[in-house]
C-alpha cells in the first residue's frame, strides 16, 4: 500500500482551541487532499494541493485552513476548533485525475468538546 | 455541480445471499471515473474498482461485479454468496477534472452491509 502516514491518530480538544493535523507520504505524489467524514455526508473534499503552496479550496472549507512547504507534508489546521468539527479526517495523495485511484491514509478520530 | 446518492442506507442478509448495492450520480463532465470503496469496521478505506465513463463494460472480480449504466447514470455493485466478512460500509465516488488536475472525489453517503452467519 501507499505511504500515507496521518498524524495524531486520535485526539481530544476543547472548543476554541487549535488544532494541526499532519499528512506525510513517501509516494512522491503531487497531488493531496484532506476530506472528512460525517454519517450520513460521505467524505467531503475540505482543502487540496496540487503542489509545494499551492492549494485550493474544497466543498467544506470554512474554520481550515492548509498548507504545503514540502512535496511529503500536507497539513490542516483548524484556527479555533468548534464542536461541528467533530469527525474522522482522512488524508489521500494521487497522481492525476486520471489516476489510478487515490490512496488513503488511516484517518485522524478527532473530537472537540 | 456533481453528485452522487447511494440510497441504500443500510443493508442486512444473511451469509450466501446476493446482495445489489445501488449508486447514482450526476454530472456534466464527459469525461469521468467512478469508484467504490470498502470501509470495513477497522475504518481504512479500501480501493475496489475504478471505471471510466468511456469504458461500460461490466466488470467481474471474484464475487464481485459492477454493472456501469450511462443511459441511467447508475454505477451498481453486486456481491454473490456474500460471505461474514464482507460486512462493512461502501462508498460509491465520482470524479472529475478537478482543477490543476486533481482527483477531486465527491462520495456518495455510504451503504452499510451487514452479512449475517
Known amino acids: 500500500d501507499a505511504g500515507i502516514t496521518q498524524s495524531p491518530r486520535h485526539k481530544v480538544t476543547e472548543t476554541g482551541t487549535p488544532v494541526t493535523l499532519r499528512c506525510h507520504q513517501t509516494e512522491n505524489h503531487r497531488y493531496m487532499y484532506w476530506y472528512r467524514q460525517d454519517p450520513g455526508h460521505g467524505l467531503r473534499l475540505i482543502h487540496y494541493s496540487y503542489g509545494v503552496k499551492d492549494t485550493d479550496k474544497g466543498e467544506v472549507s470554512d474554520g481550515y485552513s492548509v498548507s504545503r512547504s514540502k512535496t511529503e507534508d500536507f497539513l490542516l489546521t483548524l484556527e479555533s476548533a468548534t464542536s461541528s468539527q467533530t469527525s474522522v479526517y482522512f488524508c489521500?495523495?494521487?497522481?492525476?485525475?486520471?489516476?489510478?485511484?487515490?490512496?488513503f491514509g488511516q484517518g485522524t478520530r478527532l473530537t472537540v468538546v | 455541480a456533481q453528485k452522487v446518492t447511494q440510497a441504500q442506507t443500510e443493508i442486512s442478509v444473511v451469509e450466501k445471499e446476493d446482495v445489489t448495492l445501488d449508486c447514482v450520480y450526476e454530472?456534466?463532465?464527459?469525461?469521468?471515473?467512478l469508484f467504490w470503496y470498502k470501509q470495513p469496521p477497522s475504518g481504512e478505506l479500501v480501493f475496489l474498482i475504478r471505471r471510466n465513463s468511456f469504458d461500460e463494460q461490466n466488470e467481474i472480480s471474484g464475487r464481485y461485479s459492477w454493472n456501469f449504466q450511462k443511459s441511467t447514470s447508475s454505477f451498481n455493485f453486486t456481491i454473490t454468496a456474500s460471505q461474514v466478512v464482507d460486512s462493512a460500509v461502501y462508498f460509491c465516488a465520482l470524479s472529475g477534472r478537478g482543477g490543476q488536475g486533481a482527483q477531486k472525489l465527491v462520495f456518495g453517503q455510504g451503504t452499510r452491509l451487514t452479512i449475517n452467519p
Open positions: 489521500a495523495i494521487s497522481e492525476s485525475w486520471q489516476g489510478v485511484k487515490a490512496f
Open positions: 454530472t456534466r463532465d464527459t469525461t469521468y471515473y
